[in-house]
């Protein structure tokens, strides 16, 4: 994926490149404090999603589930293309972080299925879609509260231990875009 956003407070934006992990390490190299909440419009983003940071901390240690209020939703499926994700709490939890930790948007190339994978940890993989004629940039929190709705509508348990999952969000936008959480192999 493409990522565009500042790394400093105050700062202009950079474009960087790769999965949200990758990013967020360019991004610690270019600013080695650096920290999404000293951003004023990280928190503005996440206060709309009704996360502070101290929810967000106590989220991301007990890597419990959380609703998306975006309001923009089309639809969201849970029968997707692809193989479903083992165990969501172990795989897909450090790239959801990682997404979370962005303070930018993600960006997908233009056309039908233009797909970018933004994160990809223990073969998790979630995926921004485009289907419009032109390319599109997302903010990255609104990726990683779309995965959180998909494990909360999708996931279901084998047993007490696994709960697996794969689905699509579909958001009407503009733009429009849909995010989809599947396995991957990394």
């Not at 202009?12 to 600013?31: F, Y």
């Not at 009704?50 to 975006?70: D, F, I, Y």
């Amino acid at each position: 994926m493409t990522f565009t956003g500042p790394a400093v407070v105050g700062g202009p934006d950079v474009t960087l490149t790769g999965t949200a992990e990758s990013i967020h390490a360019q991004l610690l190299q270019l600013n080695p404090q650096y920290d999404p909440w000293d951003f004023p419009e990280y928190q503005e983003k996440m206060a709309a999603q009704n996360m502070t940071r101290e929810t967000w901390e106590a989220q991301v240690a007990g890597v419990s589930k959380r609703s998306n209020p975006l309001t923009k939703r089309g639809w969201l499926t849970c029968n997707v293309a692809g193989n479903e994700v083992g165990n969501w709490s172990t795989q897909c939890s450090e790239g959801l972080h990682y997404l979370e930790r962005l303070n930018g948007y993600c960006g997908a190339p233009r056309g039908h299925a233009g797909c970018s994978r933004v994160s990809c940890s223990h073969n998790c993989g979630i995926f921004l879609c485009n289907d419009n004629s032109f390319a599109i940039s997302v903010w990255c929190g609104n990726l990683a509260g779309d995965a959180w709705e998909i494990i909360g509508e999708c996931a279901y348990s084998y047993n007490e231990w696994v709960a697996s999952v794969k689905g699509q969000v579909f958001r009407d936008g503009p733009p429009a875009w849909n995010t989809v959480v599947r396995e991957a192999s990394c």
